[in-house]
């Protein structure tokens, strides 16, 4: 089959492209841990032309995620919620390689909270764009942060970030919770413990700060088993995202689509489902198919 | 004046030992930073004796902290609360060191939560006989960990862990939060938004873990300041921990009253009073008073 674009997710500690068909099938793909925070003094270009090699310089490139951001090759502003596909494909940034070949930035999306406070996503949008067929409902990617996003109209109308991956990166390898922590068996009851404990997050329950100590108490009084007490952390945070989330968003009985790899997307539905929420999961390839969509919507990709 | 006793407040990260008079006033003191856990092959006796070099071996020894638990010197099993001065003097262990000195480990309390998790404090109900005169009331201790400690009938009643101040720092130093984080003028208004913020931790505000990532948004478009970011995500956290322990324990409008060193019990207290809390300051010597009260009562100290 003849490439007919090439699509770029290049976030802060990933790089993935991939050569796409017409009909949106991958024909080929590079990916590696080269994230734009390892590219020193700007050198994105020779970068990326390590990476796709014997990749016909004639097709369109059209780039999301971390690389359209201001430490990245070309800054995007973000397009301000609500925005839609066609928000996205007006806000578009062109670039020119030196090799001449033909780059689109798609941007990220910012809002203010209730409060005032913003939020971002950067890559999320395009995700959500090749998940959605533009179906109103919640959606959820997993990641370091974790997005929950709420699509009305066929647009991005609100979203919220937890960061639920990374606190858990950083508690479990720098905090006291980590030092009872034995790698074993993880599929023992520990991580429903931890989910539905987080979900019971309320008034009386002392709150996250306090209910993190769990995490260790459980291990010295030998509750549960060190190799259970990881899932267990996962889960606690899990659950009281969900919590948190969910009086956010009051999503109802509509199945939240969630978008990610199965690593992560299947420990997540776990915790939906003991929440009582329905959900599916988004095809793994959304930020191609997202591509692809805002290609056609500019003309770029035929 | 002639030293009565040795007090001795020995923790995970700090070295603290002090020569009390009978009246209770510190004639020396010796401290570093030679916490239990810089102690290898459990070599604490020789640590000990270089620490107090000169003091007379023939007083007693008074000791409290980690330096008692499993990690430390001689573990001391948990009282389980309600516990009182009576109770902890009667679960006290002795030891005899090879060079004589006598010496008293106090015991740590623990109790299981209303839906059974186990928490603990050790040390922490030394600095509470210290400072409490035995009266009713909710008293709160500042450190790594954080204790809310309620004393009901004399006795330390219940009481709630809160990660509040490892949290900060493991954010602080090894998240995303911390990269947009300056030294700098920290008097500004941030600490002050980071309090109002953590206490508005309810339903629809997306709970913890979404609300941190305002620590990097409010950077990100300009609303505060490099070096006002960390004094936010310090007041945030402190916020959410008085939100938390609020819906626990009811505290009411008795003063709550404050244990630890300056730089942790003023900006908490700060806090407390953004809260609409009263409070008020334990004396900064109150584990040496709390050992003093347990020797009076084995008759050790006279």
């Known amino acids: 089959m003849t490439p007919a674009f090439i699509a770029l997710d290049w976030g802060t500690t990933s790089f993935r492209a991939y050569l796409v068909a017409v009909d949106g099938a991958v024909l080929d793909s590079r990916a590696d841990a080269g994230g734009i925070l390892s590219i020193a003094d700007g050198a994105f270009e020779a970068a990326f032309e390590r990476h ?13 995620g971390m690389i359209t951001s201001r430490q990245g090759w070309v800054e995007v502003p973000y397009v301000t919620a609500p925005a839609g596909l066609v928000d996205l494909a ?15 930035f ?44 709420e699509v009305r109209a066929a647009r991005i109308d609100r979203f919220a970030t937890f ?5 858990f990166a950083v508690l479990k390898e720098h905090s006291i919770l980590g030092r009872l922590m034995t790698v074993g ?11 539905k404990a987080g979900l ?5 329950s002392g709150g996250l700060l306090h209910m993190l100590f769990s995490a260790r108490t459980l291990g010295l ?17 899990l659950g009281a995202e969900i919590a948190g989330a969910r009086a956010m968003f009051a999503p109802g009985t509509r199945p939240i689509t969630v978008v990610g790899s199965t690593v992560l997307t299947a420990p997540f539905m776990v915790a939906l489902k ?20 805002i290609g056609r919507q500019i003309g770029v990709v035929a």
């Open 106 to 149: 798609v941007p990220g999306v910012c809002l203010r909270g209730p409060s005032g406070v913003p939020d971002v996503i950067r890559g999320e949008e395009t995700q959500l764009i090749g998940a959605s067929d533009a179906s109103d409902g919640m959606y959820v990617t997993r990641g370091t942060h974790c997005k929950w996003i």
């Open 274 to 293: 003991l929440a009582g929420l329905n959900s599916q999961l988004a095809p793994e390839d959304a930020a191609v198919r997202g591509l692809a969509k």
């Open 185 to 195: 068996d993880a599929s023992g009851g520990g991580f429903e413990l931890g989910v």
């Open 200 to 204: 019971n997050e309320r008034d009386g």
């Open 221 to 237: 009084f030998g509750d549960i088993e060190g190799e259970q007490l990881a899932p267990y952390l996962s889960g606690l945070l």
């Open 52 to 64: 796709v090699a014997g990749w016909d310089p004639a097709l369109p490139v059209l780039a999301s």
């Open 163 to 167: 960061m639920t991956g990374e606190v």
């Open 90 to 104: 007006a806000a578009i940034r062109r670039k020119t390689t030196l090799s001449g070949r033909e780059i689109v």
